[in-house]
C-alpha cells in the first residue's frame, strides 16, 4: 500500500468515478483501475461496487476511506513539520457554523488572508457534531463553532463571545404586539427549523419536550438565508442567532419576539485537537483570533 494508491482511491471516492478520477489526477483510466485493483487485492476485498457505469464504495471502502483520509492528512502535516518555515504557509482547513461564516468571520478571515497571503484557506461549513468528527479523524485543523459548551477531552476550547439568540418575525405578526412571550405561546404557530443536527435547534427542540409543546406547523431548512425570507414573508416565526438578522431588525422589517424563559445560551468557540500540530499557520490563525476577540470584549 502506497500513498499514492490512497489518494487515487480517495479521488476515485470523492468523485464517484474512475473517468473523472483519471481526469482529475492526470492519469491514463487504465493506471487508474490497476491501482484500485492492486488495493483490492491487497486487503482481499471489494473496495466498489461497479453497476453499470455507476460505482458506489462498499462496507470495506467506507472503512478505508476513512482512514485513507487520515492518512493522508498526516503525510502532508509530516512533510509540512519537516520543511516548514518560520513564514505561515501550506494550506489551513477549517470548519465554520454557517452564520459565523456569514455574518460574524469574514472580517478575521479576510486580515488573516492580508497578513498571511502564502497560506491558501479551506472553508468547510459545518454542524458541531460535523466539527467533532472532522477534528477527530483530522480532516480539518480547527474549528468555528457555535454551541453550547463543547465537552470533549481530545478538543481545545475556547469560547470567543457569547452569541444573543433570538426568536423573530416579521413585523406584521401578531405576537410583535406583545412586547415579550412565553414558550407556550410558540405551540400556537408555525416554526421553521434549522437542519436537524444544528446545535440550536437540538436546544429548542429540547425546551419544546421538556414543556410538552408541539408547534402548530413546521417547515425546515438546511441553510440561514431561505428561513429568513420565509420569516420576512410571514410563513412562521424562527429561533437564530441575533448577528444572522441584525440588518433585518435594524430596517425594521423583523422583530425579535423577545422570549421570557428560558434562556438559550450559544457561544462562539474556536476548537481544536489537543494532539494537533501547531503549524505556523495554525499559531498564527490562533493568534489573529484571540487579539481579534480581545479586542470586541
Not at 404586539?177 to 405561546?185: H, N, P, R, S, Y
Not at 427542540?205 to 420576512?232: C, G, R, T
Not at 444572522?244 to 422570549?259: F, I, P, R
Request: aromatic fraction near 10%; charge should be negative.
Amino acid at each position: 500500500m502506497e500513498l499514492r494508491q490512497l489518494k487515487i482511491f480517495v479521488t476515485v471516492a470523492e468523485e464517484g468515478s474512475f473517468t473523472r478520477a483519471a481526469q482529475k489526477m492526470g492519469y491514463a483510466q487504465s493506471n487508474i483501475t490497476t491501482q484500485i485493483r492492486l488495493l483490492e487485492e491487497e486487503f482481499n476485498t471489494k473496495l466498489f461496487e461497479r453497476l453499470g457505469k455507476r460505482i458506489a464504495l462498499t462496507v470495506d471502502g467506507e472503512k478505508l476511506l476513512y482512514h485513507a483520509k487520515r492518512l493522508l492528512r498526516y503525510s502532508v502535516e509530516i512533510k509540512e513539520t519537516m520543511t516548514s518555515s518560520p513564514e505561515p504557509n501550506g494550506i489551513l482547513n477549517i470548519g465554520i457554523a454557517e452564520s459565523l461564516c456569514i455574518f460574524k468571520l469574514p472580517a478575521l478571515l479576510k486580515e488573516y488572508s492580508r497578513l498571511y497571503p502564502q497560506v491558501k484557506l479551506v472553508i468547510r461549513q459545518g454542524t458541531p457534531l460535523d466539527f467533532q468528527r472532522w477534528l477527530h479523524d483530522n480532516t480539518i485543523d480547527v474549528a468555528f463553532s457555535l454551541d453550547g459548551l463543547i465537552k470533549d477531552d481530545d478538543l481545545l476550547t475556547r469560547i470567543l463571545c457569547e452569541e444573543p439568540m433570538i426568536i423573530v418575525a416579521n413585523n406584521e405578526h401578531h405576537l410583535a404586539a406583545k412586547g415579550f412571550i412565553e414558550l407556550c405561546d410558540i405551540g400556537k404557530e408555525s416554526f421553521i427549523f434549522t437542519e436537524r443536527d444544528c446545535s440550536y435547534r437540538s436546544i429548542i427542540e429540547k425546551h419544546f419536550a421538556e414543556y410538552k409543546i408541539q408547534p402548530l406547523s413546521s417547515y425546515e431548512f438546511d441553510s440561514i438565508e431561505p428561513i429568513k425570507q420565509f420569516v420576512l414573508s410571514g410563513l412562521g416565526i424562527a429561533l437564530l442567532p441575533y448577528a444572522a438578522v441584525e440588518k433585518e431588525l435594524t430596517v425594521g422589517n423583523m422583530v425579535d419576539l423577545k422570549l421570557n424563559e428560558p434562556k438559550i445560551e450559544m457561544y462562539t468557540q474556536i476548537v481544536y485537537h489537543k494532539n494537533k500540530w501547531l503549524s505556523p499557520a495554525l499559531t498564527s490563525l490562533l493568534d489573529l483570533v484571540n487579539a481579534y476577540f480581545d479586542q470586541e470584549q
